[in-house]
């Protein structure tokens, strides 16, 4: 039964969701069988079964959604024996980790360091920078000069703070306080500009709001939020890729918080680096839309620099938020060579993004002349070298802040803090995560 069964299973999708299960039910064991899956699981079809899977399966996939605090409530209510229960992702909802954790073992002492923290490793050497894509390479090392020049910065009278970087990121976090996102966390080896002293830190890099709201909104006081991301969950509601580290070569996509009420129309217009007018859509928003979102199918490459999103009503503005294409230093990971790569700098072939243009639009859009923004793009798609990393950090710095700057060690440079004593750091404390043995009643804690 077991050979036949794994002959056949070897040509069927997600083979683990039923195996197991087929070869219990065939066995001796079979009357031991308990109707009863012992978990609850988080179902919202409304969000989990929106085909959003179609590109891996050939049916319409359902997948259950992350607990929040709200949807404690299903385990609450339970009355049969449960030992289970999903899905919980610590990036979506910390919070309702937390409540059921505190439920089954206890507040944590007063005090008690990070609990309202979580820390997500997402590259660390081991990986190899291979691992890495070309717009994430760019940015957290771009985030990292950053950091040294705030700190130098900040200590222009201090020579033994002025640092250089040495070689790759070692790690990377995400950072989220509260369930909200922080910033990245980038940390490199660096030698002391004066001694050659080496030594680790860790950046902080704090991304910055960029939405503007008019006002006199009328039935527009419903939209909330305007983002512009990539890998957008429309079962969790959240860009995947914290932060929108976007390149010439990704797909962005719009998303608008909504609240309820009245139906509305509003037109979304794409404005690039250089004043082009990208695309422009009409989207429909009724009474009991939360969330709309739409990625527009834009001839790549994508011009870099900063970006443009405008929601019109009637043509005229109602919101706006800027969004930055990052230059790439890198490609396949070497740093680009000027004649075989600057294509990629260059935005589109003939300047459009759609088959339809859309330059008739710059007069309703006020648009000032785009001459010089675009003379100015056909520089900067010539840059290499260190001009090229000089064109990175400014546009990155224009988006990212200097959160704060630690050491791993005891620095020459009194303002360092150590990192395992620095709130923010992956290297800090967080008593949560820790898992001491088991207690002889079961239990960790």
Partial sequence: LVSGLKQFYTYALL??????????????????????????TN????????????????????????????????????????????????????????????????????GTPALKAYWESVFDKVDGVSSLS?????SYSSFFRLGLR??????????????????????VHVYFYDDRFQGHLVMQEVQHVG?????????????????????????????????????????????RNFGGVIGPLDEPVAVQKWARGPNL?????????????ATSYDISVDMEAEYTQYKPPLQHPLRPGAWTVRVLRMWEPVAETRFLVMPLAYKD???????????????PPGNQYME??????????????????MEQARRHALLQGRALEDWVDDSIGAFWVTGDVCSTATSPCASLTLCPKSSWSSLSPDPKAELGPVKSNGRIR
């Avoid at 070869?23 to 109707?35: E, F, Q, Y």
């Avoid at 705030?150 to 790690?171: A, F, M, W």
Wanted: hydrophobic share 35%.
């Fill in 15 to 40: 083979p683990a969701e039923s195996f197991y299960h087929t070869v219990l039910g065939n066995s001796r064991m079979c009357d031991t069988l308990v109707d009863n899956n012992l978990r609850v």
């Fill in 43 to 110: 179902w919202n079809r409304k969000l989990g079964c929106k085909c959003q899977y179609k590109h891996i399966v050939d049916w319409c996939g359902c997948s259950p959604n992350d607990f929040k605090p709200a949807d404690l409530i299903r385990i609450q209510q339970l009355t049969r024996p449960t030992f289970f229960a999903r899905k919980f992702e610590s990036i979506v909802s910390q919070e309702a980790i937390d409540i059921l954790d505190t439920h089954l073992y206890g507040h944590y002492p007063p």
């Fill in 134 to 138: 070309d717009v994430a390479l760019t």
């Fill in 150 to 171: 705030s700190l130098g910065s900040s200590h222009s009278s201090n020579d033994k703070c002025r640092y250089e970087p040495i070689g790759y990121p070692v790690s």
């Fill in 195 to 239: 001694t050659g002293e080496r030594e680790t830190l860790e950046v902080w890099a704090v991304s910055q709001s960029t939405l503007q709201l008019e006002s006199n909104l009328q039935e527009f006081e419903r939209l909330k939020n305007l983002e512009v991301g990539t890998d957008w969950d429309p079962k969790e509601r959240i860009f």
């Fill in 265 to 277: 129309t509003a037109t979304i217009v794409w404005i690039d680096p250089a004043k082009v007018v």
């Fill in 333 to 347: 990971r070497q740093p680009l060579r000027k004649e075989e790569d600057r294509w990629v700098h260059s935005g």
């Fill in 356 to 373: 339809q243009s859309f330059h008739k639009l710059r007069q309703v859009l006020k648009l000032p002349s785009g001459d010089s923004a």
